[in-house]
């Protein structure tokens, strides 16, 4: 009785919250009260992290943005490999990216997505590989994980619920839901080092960090020159258009331009 | 500082041209004038020697390949060689056929003394799958003598010249058949016994040819080498003894030519961004592959792993028997920094590694970096340059951190657009009316809106068509 247990134990698929190590070199979210919960205090670093999210645009990118904006201005890089749609550069920027620090990866087939993901973790070139894997089996997950260990490198698996049904070898699994409210919540369903699910409460629409200032040259200056020009920090202005959102009433633009000049315009053109 | 030359000869040279192309050894013997020159470890197993006839030798080991010596492929190999040693001495002199000597007194202290030098001279030719015997001694000439008696003889000292070289066989020296029998019929089977003669006398016996030799020899009369200069282009050919049928196969033999260019290379000081491979068939024209890197760079590695790549992505349409690696354009490239903080992180690959890795499969088009333009219309208001290249960052708030390619009409209803149900709009308008001097001018009125599963749109009416609706980005 007690060997057939054992040897479920052994078996790589099972996963038990006390054995494994509960420090773990991490990053930090940017949300204090994620960091309190994950072990470590953050985004586990050289590991695979799953975030699950049922619809597009629900801040899945958002709940990353912190953190990779902290990783693009260390030394390394960062890949967004087979993203669904276009990451808009100037919004990345204006969340703190350092875009001269991005590679861009976009496979034509699902098996090279996969191959270039693997490729990236392990080079070890970069601080963190945010992709969007589609359909993806238990072993090239395992896969993944070993070479985010391998290259010292946070690996972000952006998934849907559909895709992530099947249990994933991933270090940290989060799912993030967004009620009509716009409340977002977050589910930490398989989380090391810590026990049981837990659930959390974020506010993802409200910007956490305004443009930083881009060094100028951003990396390629040598010593002194870089110093010197840096040193009078330059931020970028960042005013928001609409200080407070518009009542309810206000849907339809209130503001109405006399329109013939332009069309004159248009016929001179 | 006193000079200390090393010789080195390569007495299986007409072998070596085919054996190094292939992993294991082959079963093979060269022919030059319808006598074996040069076998095999295998072949001289079954009893095969040098100087028999083809057909004897095929009747000890029927499966024998026997190929044609090719002297062109050999001089280039030593011509390919002495490019290479230029990365541990700025001196190196060819003596074809088979050997080369280099000046080694200057460039020991810079591989860590003489066993340090001795040991990475070692690799590098045995990474060239070429076998050798060296000397070293205080003259060229002396060098070249105990290379010619079996090598493995490194002595420093000029006194020891004389006493060293006594104890050599005279057919150490470049003999006639004639010198060699008047020689022996006077009894003098060592170098030692010519010395004890009067010169003069042995001069007028025996030519001075002789006496030359043995004075250049014991450093007594000047000994001029010619400096080898290198060619400014690559051109590497590696015959293979049997046909390779696979791409490990053709990878090994590439890895060989490849170690040649990167010799090459670091003689020179130089680097290559790009290099030409022709893979040889029987009955097919080449293939021709242009292998790329993101840089300058004379690391071999890199250039090996662009080329597993192509490989594995394109099959071979016929079994290979040659390579031609070839290089137009080597330039000066300096040796990179190395950083005396991070001694922990040598082993991660650098950014140009990971790309060429990555494009060599995906196509270069695949893989770029991000960056902003200053313009007013969304869908212009970034691209994708070249990685590491965008200097320019222009923060915009206010911005979906996804963008559709083309914005997406959304269906209406009481004029309010819809997706997955009625969007309530949050923030807005935006007015964006920009770009008339291209032609593809816009007027937008953009909102951010929520839908009803809760995620996060960027959606704007057409000031030109009013009462459309377009979907434009998630806020993701």
Same mark, same amino acid.
């Given at each position: 009785?007690?060997?057939?247990?054992?040897?479920?134990?052994?078996?790589?698929?099972?996963?038990? #919250?006390?054995? #494994?190590?509960?420090?773990?070199?991490?990053? +930090?979210?940017?949300?204090?009260?994620?960091?309190?919960?994950?072990?470590?205090?953050?985004?586990?670093? +050289?590991?695979?992290?799953?975030?699950?999210?049922?619809?597009?645009?629900?801040?899945?990118?958002?709940?990353?943005?912190?953190?990779?904006?902290?990783?693009?201005?260390?030394?390394?890089?960062?890949?967004?490999?087979?993203?669904?749609?276009?990451?808009?550069?100037? #919004?990345?920027?204006?969340?703190?990216?350092?875009?001269?620090?991005?590679?861009?990866?976009?496979?034509?087939?699902?098996?090279?997505?996969?191959?270039?993901?693997?490729?990236?973790?392990?080079?070890?070139?970069?601080?963190?590989?945010?992709?969007?894997?589609?359909?993806? /089996? +238990?072993?090239?997950?395992?896969?993944?994980?070993?070479?985010?260990?391998?290259?010292?490198?946070?690996?972000?698996?952006?998934?849907?619920?559909?895709?992530?049904?099947?249990?994933?070898?991933?270090?940290?699994?989060?799912?993030?839901?967004?009620?009509?409210?716009?409340?977002?919540?977050? /589910?930490?369903?398989?989380?090391?080092?810590?026990?049981?699910?837990?659930?959390?409460?974020?506010?993802?629409?409200?910007?956490?960090?305004?443009?930083?200032?881009?060094?100028?040259?951003?990396?390629?200056?040598?010593?002194?020159?870089?110093?010197?020009?840096? #040193?009078?920090?330059?931020?970028?202005?960042?005013?928001?258009?609409?200080?407070?959102?518009?009542?309810?009433?206000?849907?339809?633009?209130?503001?109405?331009?006399?329109?013939?000049?332009?069309?004159?315009?248009?016929?001179?053109? | 500082?006193?000079?200390?030359?090393?010789?080195?000869?390569? @007495?299986?040279?007409?072998?070596?041209?085919?054996?190094?192309?292939?992993?294991?050894?082959?079963?093979?013997?060269?022919?030059?004038?319808?006598?074996?020159?040069?076998?095999?470890?295998?072949?001289?197993?079954?009893?095969?020697?040098?100087?028999?006839?083809?057909?004897?030798?095929?009747?000890?080991?029927?499966?024998?390949?026997?190929?044609?010596?090719?002297?062109?492929?050999?001089?280039?190999?030593?011509?390919?060689?002495?490019?290479?040693?230029?990365?541990?001495?700025?001196?190196?002199?060819?003596?074809?056929?088979?050997?080369?000597?280099?000046?080694?007194?200057?460039?020991?202290?810079?591989?860590?003394?003489?066993?340090?030098?001795?040991?990475?001279?070692?690799?590098?030719?045995?990474?060239?799958?070429?076998?050798?015997?060296?000397?070293?001694?205080?003259?060229?000439?002396?060098?070249?003598?105990?290379?010619?008696?079996?090598?493995?003889?490194?002595?420093?000292? *000029?006194?020891?010249?004389?006493?060293?070289?006594?104890?050599?066989?005279?057919?150490?020296?470049?003999?006639?058949?004639?010198?060699?029998?008047?020689?022996?019929?006077?009894?003098?089977?060592?170098?030692?016994?010519?010395?004890?003669?009067?010169?003069?006398?042995?001069?007028?016996?025996?030519?001075?040819?002789?006496?030359?030799?043995?004075?250049?020899?014991?450093?007594?009369?000047?000994?001029? *080498?010619?400096?080898?200069?290198?060619?400014?282009?690559?051109?590497?050919?590696?015959?293979?003894?049997?046909?390779?049928?696979?791409?490990?196969?053709?990878?090994?033999?590439?890895?060989?030519?490849?170690?040649?260019?990167?010799?090459?290379?670091?003689?020179?000081?130089?680097?290559?961004?790009?290099?030409?491979?022709?893979? &040889?068939?029987?009955?097919?024209?080449?293939?021709?592959?242009?292998?790329?890197?993101?840089? &300058?760079?004379?690391?071999?590695?890199?250039?090996?792993?662009?080329?597993?790549?192509?490989?594995?992505?394109?099959?071979?349409?016929?079994?290979?028997?040659?390579?031609?690696?070839?290089?137009?354009?080597?330039?000066?490239?300096?040796?990179?920094?190395?950083?005396?903080?991070?001694?922990?992180?040598?082993?991660?690959?650098?950014?140009?590694?990971?790309?060429?890795?990555?494009?060599?499969?995906?196509?270069?088009?695949?893989?770029?970096?991000?960056?902003?333009?200053?313009?007013?219309?969304?869908?212009?208001?970034?691209?994708? @340059?070249? @990685?590491?290249?965008?200097?320019?960052?222009?923060?915009?708030?206010?911005?979906?951190?996804?963008?559709? @390619?083309?914005?997406?009409?959304?269906?209406?209803?009481?004029?309010?657009?819809?997706?997955?149900?009625?969007?309530?709009?949050?923030?807005?308008?935006?007015?964006?009316?920009?770009?008339?001097?291209?032609?593809?001018?816009?007027?937008?009125?953009?909102?951010?809106?929520?839908?009803?599963?809760?995620?996060?749109?960027?959606?704007?009416?057409?000031?030109?068509?009013?009462?459309?609706?377009?979907?434009?980005?998630?806020?993701?």
């Amino acid at each position: 009785m007690t060997d057939a247990l054992h040897e479920l134990l052994r078996e790589p698929r099972i996963w038990r #919250a006390t054995s #494994a190590p509960v420090t773990t070199a991490a990053t +930090a979210t940017g949300f204090a009260e994620l960091d309190a919960r994950l072990p470590g205090g953050g985004w586990p670093q +050289a590991a695979l992290t799953e975030v699950i999210h049922a619809q597009q645009g629900i801040g899945e990118l958002q709940l990353l943005m912190p953190a990779l904006a902290r990783l693009s201005r260390a030394s390394r890089w960062i890949a967004l490999i087979a993203p669904p749609h276009i990451p808009y550069a100037p #919004a990345l920027a204006a969340c703190g990216i350092d875009l001269s620090r991005i590679l861009l990866v976009r496979p034509q087939r699902h098996v090279d997505t996969l191959w270039a993901v693997e490729q990236a973790l392990r080079a070890g070139t970069c601080a963190a590989v945010i992709c969007w894997p589609g359909q993806a /089996d +238990a072993s090239a997950l395992r896969r993944l994980q070993l070479a985010a260990e391998t290259g010292d490198c946070a690996g972000f698996l952006l998934r849907s619920e559909t895709d992530a049904a099947q249990p994933s070898p991933a270090t940290l699994r989060v799912r993030l839901r967004r009620d009509t409210e716009g409340v977002s919540q977050l /589910d930490l369903i398989k989380c090391r080092g810590n026990v049981g699910p837990q659930s959390l409460q974020l506010k993802l629409d409200t910007p956490r960090v305004q443009a930083l200032p881009v060094s100028w040259p951003p990396h390629g200056g040598r010593g002194r020159e870089r110093m010197a020009e840096t #040193a009078p920090a330059r931020p970028a202005i960042v005013r928001p258009l609409y200080p407070k959102p518009r009542s309810e009433q206000a849907r339809v633009p209130q503001l109405q331009l006399p329109l013939d000049g332009e069309r004159q315009l248009d016929r001179m053109h | 500082m006193s000079l200390l030359w090393q010789a080195l000869r390569f @007495p299986e040279l007409p072998l070596d041209v085919f054996r190094r192309g292939c992993d294991d050894e082959p079963l093979m013997a060269v022919v030059d004038a319808q006598r074996l020159l040069t076998v095999s470890r295998t072949a001289a197993a079954d009893g095969v020697s040098p100087g028999m006839r083809p057909a004897q030798a095929r009747s000890l080991s029927p499966d024998l390949q026997l190929v044609q010596r090719r002297p062109d492929l050999e001089q280039d190999s030593l011509r390919r060689l002495a490019d290479g040693l230029l990365q541990f001495s700025g001196w190196v002199s060819r003596q074809p056929p088979f050997e080369l000597v280099l000046e080694i007194g200057g460039s020991q202290r810079l591989f860590g003394g003489m066993a340090g030098l001795q040991q990475q001279l070692n690799r590098h030719l045995q990474q060239l799958g070429l076998h050798w015997q060296s000397a070293v001694a205080p003259t060229a000439a002396a060098a070249c003598l105990f290379c010619r008696v079996g090598g493995d003889t490194l002595f420093t000292e *000029r006194e020891a010249l004389a006493a060293r070289l006594a104890a050599l066989p005279i057919h150490a020296m470049e003999l006639t058949p004639a010198q060699t029998r008047a020689l022996s019929g006077l009894g003098l089977l060592t170098l030692g016994d010519c010395l004890r003669l009067p010169a003069a006398e042995l001069g007028r016996r025996l030519g001075d040819t002789l006496s030359e030799q043995l004075q250049r020899a014991l450093g007594e009369r000047p000994d001029p *080498r010619p400096n080898h200069r290198p060619r400014p282009v690559f051109h590497g050919e590696l015959a293979l003894p049997a046909a390779a049928h696979d791409s490990a196969a053709v990878l090994f033999a590439l890895q060989r030519l490849l170690r040649d260019l990167q010799a090459l290379l670091t003689g020179l000081q130089a680097g290559v961004q790009r290099v030409r491979l022709r893979l &040889l068939h029987e009955d097919h024209a080449a293939t021709p592959l242009l292998l790329g890197l993101q840089g &300058l760079s004379r690391d071999g590695e890199r250039l090996l792993v662009v080329a597993r790549e192509r490989l594995q992505r394109t099959p071979l349409k016929a079994p290979v028997t040659g390579l031609i690696l070839e290089a137009r354009h080597l330039l000066p490239l300096t040796a990179s920094p190395t950083d005396l903080l991070r001694h922990g992180q040598t082993a991660r690959m650098s950014w140009q590694q990971l790309t060429e890795r990555l494009g060599a499969r995906l196509g270069e088009a695949a893989i770029s970096g991000l960056g902003t333009v200053a313009d007013h219309r969304p869908e212009r208001a970034w691209h994708m @340059p070249a @990685p590491a290249s965008d200097r320019q960052q222009t923060a915009s708030p206010h911005r979906p951190l996804w963008l559709l @390619p083309e914005p997406q009409q959304l269906a209406c209803r009481n004029g309010l657009p819809e997706h997955h149900g009625q969007l309530q709009l949050c923030q807005g308008p935006e007015r964006i009316e920009s770009g008339w001097w291209d032609g593809q001018d816009i007027s937008r009125d953009y909102y951010q809106a929520r839908a009803a599963d809760g995620s996060r749109l960027w959606v704007f009416q057409d000031r030109r068509q009013p009462g459309r609706w377009f979907l434009h980005g998630y806020f993701g």
